[in-house]
């Protein structure tokens, strides 16, 4: 090993002995430069040093002190441990060229360009490698198929000047720009595997910009390890992609976001050939998608997403339509961020059961999630969700297929937060709670203007609470349902307030009458009647009181010819203090001919509303072929149920449609049906009690289903459909309610509608040879709602020694203790009697 000096001041070949010399400027030494030389270049003057053949030089050092260097490889390599360039120095490849370096520091001018130039810090070397980068660096790459590659570690350091154009480059260590960095080029790799030799994996770096943009046309990967050997790069400020490929690519390695932000078109999660381990640990960090393509998750093993601390988000910023596509894992996803919209519609496809932290719009803009169909779409904490303006809907949460359900579930601890501003259609809601037995209240709340689905509460959100109903009353603290008809007591909870509580019944709807089983000119089925409502204001009982519940059993459709039985009775209290009631409707009866089948009666609420009636079915002379007539609505908060429609014939008339279901609570009866001979005549449901909601009148294609406390319609003469189905209302904190009957059925058909809470059953159709059974009643319903006790209320008092201390409601539905007075009377404290004084005493 030995030091030896370039000795021209003009240009040379590197491997020629005579170019070299023992000491500065002296005379020519007698051998070549050898591995583990030191080579140093210190002539103030400008030449070139021609490789002519590739020199593999592990071990050695160039030094370059002054004066301006190029060293032209053409296609040779030149592989040399370390450099130090002090003065200005190029290297310039051909077509195959490659410059190879361990460790580069560079206090001067530096210039890679050419076709395949390579700066491989780490390839064929175990440690180490790094570029130190003081002064001027310009990267150019104009042509070929090898990218400027670092290898190892990169520095750029304050007040130095780094320009990158053409293929790009890569860094498998650190990235640390502290100095002016530009950046316009094809790639941005962090990481590197050569598929020979990667000897950064396993280990955690650092990737800093100070401010840049890192413009690429061809894209900005993660590729940092293999199967088994990966490292993780941690953000230490922003990282922006831009240019015309701009997205962020992971392929291998792990990304750490450590409370900064990355700004890219979309993030991609790729397979590659290899399901090489992969990941992103959000801790606090913000991802901004700018383009359409906002996430895409290829993958369906090895990428893992780990929450870290604080709260991460990946919001989008492009107004238009984009998508977020989660990917295919038989174990479901967990993307812990909050995803927020800017705008647009952002269509979330999942697979299996998909979580996030919550759903809102980037800043105050109309904006619409659209979730894929059929898919759980968890939220866990933070558990946002749509937070914006009180002037309107800011976010609406939509199934992303009309007509089907995606389902949102809370996962978080606690409950979750009041949510503002959104509206919902086609979203269930649900875990936990509510459930059948009343043992778990609502857990979704959402206030302030947030609906499901429109201004009226009609969209087919369900499981949740929307303060937007038309009641418009506050969301109360906590809201239970039982819906078991086999349930017979319930418990008032620990934090019952017997001064702040709403208690809503709903009486079982009547079952409808069969058609008439004689012959000839029969009589098709008459309506059930809606069940009652009976309201509860302040039930006065105590926490920890068990009271007596009955749900009201739906009335049985009657067979042919046997009328259908009443609805049960709801009830709640206790036989020996304060109870309360809401009958079911009647059933229905069989006609027969010249006898008209009349519709049950509804059912009642000692200080409620009625249900509606069932339709009766009345018929002149030779009629035959009659439609079965609509249930009655079961009443509500907002008033009596609508009444199902009338049919009746006159002498001759034959194929007579069902008439519709009556509407809920406060909303319309459906109307009557008259035919004459020959004539086919049907009806429309009653509206809801929203004024909307009525299933349409059947076609031959079958009739309207009701919405929204809406009756269904009745069915068209001649066809085999049933009449369409009733509904539930939402008129009870936007969330449940009194039901909408369905329509009687056509005189060929058969068939029972799915029916909604109190409402009465359908009635059987009847043709010239065949009667059909009537439908169900409904069973009933018990809502229970109450606020939690103020703050501050004395709920008891207990003594501690003499002191007297009270335990307060807290607000919440907990408690908390304070003192009252010391020494209390309460207590037993008693102050010493009498004066005293010192001569008394003698």
Known sequence: MATKYWR?????????????????????????????????????????????????GPSCTINVNAGSVTFSLGTFSLTIGTVTNSGTVSFASGSSGASLFNTFTNNGTCTFSGASTSINHLSGYTSGGSFYNYGTLNITKTAGVNAITYGGSFYNYSGASTTVS????????????????????????LGYNSNVTYSGGGSSYNVQTNGATINVSSYCYLYSGTTTNNSTFTLLDSLTIGGTAGSLQIYAGYLNLNGQTVTCSGVTVSTGSSQYPKGITVNAGTIYATGTSTFTNSVTASF??????????????????????????????????VLANSGGTLTVSGNYTVTFGG????????????????????????????????????????????????????????????????SFTGINFTAPGPDQYGTVPYYWYFVASSNDGSSGGTGGGTGALFSSSASATALPSKVYQITNVSQTSWVLPADWNPN??????????????????????????????????????????????????????????????????????????????????????????????????????????????????????????????????????????????????????????????????????????????????????TTDGGNGWAGTGGGARGTTAGAGNGTNGGGGGGTYAGTTHPGGTGSIGKEIY?????????????PSGAGVSSLAYGAGGSGGAQSTTTGYAGGNGASGLIVIAYNYIASGTLLSTYCTGFDLYGTYADGAGGTYNALIAYNSATCGYAAAGGSSNFFNFF
């Open 734 to 746: 936007g969330a449940i309610g009194s039901g909408g009957a369905p329509g009687g059925t056509g």
């Open 166 to 189: 053409g293929i790009g480059m890569y860094c498998s260590g650190n990235f640390i720009n502290q100095g002016s960095l530009s950046y316009n080029a094809a790639q941005f790799v």
């Open 304 to 337: 893992t997403l780990t929450a870290g601390t604080g709260t991460g988000y990946f919001i989008t910023t492009n107004s238009s339509a984009k998508t977020f596509s989660t990917g295919t894992n038989n174990g479901g996803w967990v993307y812990p961020w």
């Open 8 to 56: 021209l001041t003009t240009s040379g070949t590197f491997a020629t002995a005579t170019n070299w010399s023992l000491s500065s400027g002296g005379p020519a030494n007698t051998t070549a430069p050898a591995n583990g030389d030191t080579l140093i270049f210190d002539r103030a003057s400008t030449y070139t040093v021609t490789v002519g053949a590739s020199f593999n």
């Open 500 to 681: 702040g509580n709403q208690i809503y019944l709903i009486g079982g709807g009547g079952g409808a009458s069969g058609a008439d089983s004689g012959t000839g000119f029969r009589v098709g089925g008459s309506g059930g009647g809606g069940g009652g409502y009976q309201p509860i204001t302040n039930f006065s009982l105590t926490a920890g009181t068990s009271v007596t519940v009955t749900v009201g059993t739906g009335g049985s459709g009657g067979t042919v010819g046997v009328s259908g039985s009443a609805g049960g009775y709801t009830y709640f209290g206790t036989l020996s203090g304060p109870h309360y009631v809401a009958t079911g409707g009647s059933g229905g009866t069989v006609g027969t001919t010249g006898t008209p089948a009349y519709g049950g009666g509804g059912g009642f609420g000692g200080t409620g509303y009625a249900g509606g009636n069932g339709g009766n079915v009345g018929l002149g002379g030779n009629s035959d072929s009659v439609g079965g007539a609509g249930g009655g609505g079961a009443a509500g908060p907002y008033g009596n149920g609508g009444n199902g429609g009338n049919v009746s014939a006159s002498s001759g008339a034959n194929f007579i449609g069902g008439t519709g279901g009556g509407g809920n609570g406060g909303g319309a009866s459906a109307s009557n049906s008259a035919a004459s001979s020959g004539t086919a005549s």
């Open 359 to 422: 759903f809102i719009p980037n800043g105050y803009v109309y904006t619409t999630f659209s979730l894929q169909a059929g898919v759980t779409f968890n939220i866990t904490n933070p558990g946002t969700m749509g937070t914006g303006p009180s002037n309107g809907y800011i976010a609406t949460v939509q199934c992303a297929t009309a007509g089907s359900i995606s389902t949102l579930n809370w996962v978080g601890s606690g409950t979750p937060p009041v949510n503002w501003y959104c």
